[in-house]
């Protein structure tokens, strides 16, 4: 008998032709989520303020102690200090093999300032109240709760993903403000007191860069960080399928695409606010 070689072909050029028209497709899917919830902003604000205002206390404090990880708070802190301690143990020991180390203080306030203290933040959100996100419109897409609401004439869409953008977007200005303190003072206890470096030369360097701007640029990033984890994690979760693993699968996918996209924005808004080349005023750097 003999077998005819075109089907094999044949299917082997329809798979290839399915994988871009599915990846379209994903994206228009995704973008059209995205478009909805932000849409019904207005309606999650004047409708469902009370949920709004529940999903604000869960975000910050949760309901458990926040040793037992309640609320994302502690999490922001704890993330935020120990990364700063790395920067300012290596920045420091950088420094003074070229001599420099006075200036350890100039490299804290433009390290957490522009790229550290954003990023750690936006993923401890991510891991913290994003998954949470993903669990929880997972748990509800599954259990039919989703179908439920949208068969009682109650938009799902503001009900559950608005809300959920708006509460982050509040309670993000609050948790940065945390992390970027905590950034400052864990690596000014590691060079001043742990390594001895002089309090006056490192605080004087440290205000001589630390401008307004670059405050006002980095609460920019975690604000658009913030935003893109609500988005994520809130459309996996929605459209989660597969039973309680499918959940799981879907905070898994969320998170990692959380990460990857945060980390393409920070260099895309870097370039954007700082330039290809930044500036340093306070050392004549135009």
Known sequence: ????????????????????????????????????VIAGVPLAVVKYWRHVMRQIGDISFGGATLLAGGGAIGVVFAMSAVAATQVGIEGLRGLDLLGMGSLSGLLSAILNTRELAPVIASIALAAKVGTGFTAQLGAMRIS???????????????FLASTRLVSCLICVVPLYVVGLLSSYLASRLVIVTFSGQSAGTYDYYFHLMLTPTDVAYSFVKAIVFATIIALVHCSYGYHAYGGPEGVGRAAGRALRTSILAIGIVDLLLTLTLWGLVPSAPALGLP
């Open 1 to 36: 008998m003999v077998v005819s070689t075109r089907w094999p072909a044949a299917h082997w050029v329809r798979a290839r032709v399915r994988q871009p028209l599915g990846l379209m497709t994903g994206l228009g899917r995704e973008f059209t989520f995205y478009g909805s």
């Open 144 to 158: 039919e709760e989703i179908s439920a609401l949208d068969a009682m004439a109650i938009p799902s869409l503001p």
